[in-house]
């Protein structure tokens, strides 16, 4: 088995989704984990805050430098994630594929190293 992270990425500055289709995301959701759980494949997984709730610490001439953040140009921010247990990318894509559609958010598959592959 190999673990795979499923990264969900969040568009920013959009407003949040509409309760009632959050609601339905939240229970899509609910149902991947528990069949995930059944097949033994659950390792973890949890949304985050919004990236202004983050702090960067950067190593810088023997000291570490803290910054809130993250402060980059970009679309999307990582939203939440994901940790499984699969036999292998095939597997694992096929999860990606159930959390893209009950989300409709890009999800980025990428596996851990140190597993099998490597």
Do not use: N
Not at 84 to 110: K, Q
Request: proline residues 8%; hydrophobic residues 40%.
């Amino acid at each position: 088995m190999t673990l795979y992270l499923l990264s969900l990425h969040q568009p920013q500055g959009e407003l949040p989704p509409d309760p009632e289709f959050l609601a339905g995301v939240m229970r899509q959701l609910g149902e991947l984990r528990a069949e995930l759980a059944s097949t033994g494949s659950w390792v973890f997984g949890q949304g985050l805050h919004g990236p202004e709730t983050a702090t960067v610490l950067r190593a810088r001439d023997g000291d570490v430098l803290v910054t809130d953040g993250p402060f980059v140009e970009g679309k999307e921010f990582l939203g939440g994630i994901t940790i499984i247990d699969v036999p292998d990318l095939d597997a694992a894509l096929h999860w990606g594929r159930r959390y893209a559609l009950a989300t409709t958010l890009p999800i980025e598959v990428r596996p851990f190293q140190g597993g099998a592959g490597d």
